[in-house]
Nanobody, 123 residues
Framework: QVQLVESGGGLVQAGGSLRLSCAAS????????AAWFRQAPGKEREFVAA????????KYADSVKGRFTFSRDYAKNTVYLQMNSLKPADTAVYYC????????????????WGQGTQVTVSS
């Protein structure tokens, strides 16, 4: 059974940092491109960041570029999203996803999803 499990969310003040993790079981994360999406209350799920299978290339939403960093650890079968200089507008449930299309910004291109982790940024 394939599972993606996110962790690392929480409550942080504006300007603070969090690191989200997404650990995979039942699949080899190395075989998949990966992405992070987020969904704020009353809004649609939106693309945050994506990474290739090799980890050699990344793509970010304009709203997080320069503040967030996506990385992956093959030995741990885990991907990470380092979030710095957080803003209240970053408040959302964050989801990791795995798929085959590299650097896609479309949720429909990802086959496996985690359950989400809540990130709340206070002003």
């Amino acid at each position: 059974q394939v599972q993606l499990v996110e962790s690392g969310g929480g409550l942080v003040q504006a300007g603070g940092s969090l690191r989200l993790s997404c650990a995979a079981s039942g699949l080899t994360f190395n075989d998949y491109a990966a992405a992070w999406f987020r969904q704020a209350p009353g809004k649609e799920r939106e693309f945050v960041a994506a990474i290739t299978r090799s980890g050699g290339d990344t793509k970010y939403a304009d709203s997080v570029k320069g503040r967030f960093t996506f990385s992956r650890d093959y030995a741990k079968n885990t991907v990470y999203l380092q979030m710095n200089s957080l803003k209240p507008a970053d408040t959302a449930v964050y989801y990791c996803a795995a798929g085959f299309r590299a650097l896609s910004v479309y949720a429909s291109n990802y086959y496996y999803w985690g359950q989400g982790t809540q990130v709340t940024v206070s002003s």
